[in-house]
């Protein structure tokens, strides 16, 4: 609880580095923010951002937000705006178990994840791992795993490399041609074809 306030409270500090009329205040107003997290994605040694944010429409999904902290000053930029990327509850009074997250590693990449894990037989979650890599934000890795409440046997995992084309799924390794997809190109199929769950 206590990491999770200081999160909230380093987020909003950071929100509040961006000047007024900022891609952010334009993009979307702040009461739309869901996740967020701060790390280095360039290494260049300045605090940078990452926001979910909620769609402003109900047929959309939720966007994702990256931001870098300028070299010679310190704000931030917006390196990459992917609207309508993940499926998952935006609202304190929605579904319980159907929370997106946002999550920087130690290793300077961020972790976005999504999940069903409440509702019908069918239960799943989903991570992708975004990069730095020459100056754009791409696809590194996809992580599923999935479970059926009513059949113990009906379940698995495949978690795939997209730069390298390496997959393993439940205990078999494959290999499909490597990729470098921004996270603005990024569609789930990429990830469920690889997988072979398309």
């Not at 495949?158 to 390496?166: E, F, L, R, S």
Request: charged letters at 25%; glycine letters at 10%; proline letters at 5%.
């Amino acid at each position: 609880m206590i990491r999770l306030l200081a999160a909230r409270m380093l987020v909003g500090m950071l929100v509040g580095m961006l000047p007024a009329k900022g891609t952010l205040a334009q993009t979307f107003p702040a009461e739309r923010i869901v996740s967020g997290t701060a790390g280095d994605w360039n290494n260049d040694g300045a605090t940078d951002l990452a926001l979910l944010v909620a769609p402003g429409s109900e047929d959309e999904d939720i966007g994702i937000y990256l931001y870098v902290t300028e070299n010679d000053r310190p704000l931030l930029k917006l390196v990459a705006a992917a609207p309508d990327k993940i499926w998952g509850n935006t609202r304190l009074d929605g579904f319980y178990g159907q929370e997106p997250a946002i999550v920087a590693r130690p290793n300077g990449s961020i972790a976005v994840m999504s999940q069903n894990s409440s509702i019908g037989r069918n239960r799943w979650e989903k991570t992708l791992t975004i990069a730095y890599r020459e100056g754009r934000f791409i696809v590194a890795g996809y992580t599923y795993a999935y479970r059926d409440t009513l059949d113990p046997d009906a379940g698995g995992v495949c978690d795939y490399n997209v730069m390298t084309g390496k997959l393993k799924s439940d205990e078999t390794a494959h290999s499909v041609d490597p990729r470098t997809v921004s996270i603005e190109d990024w569609a789930d199929e990429i990830g469920s074809k690889a997988c072979g769950m398309d």
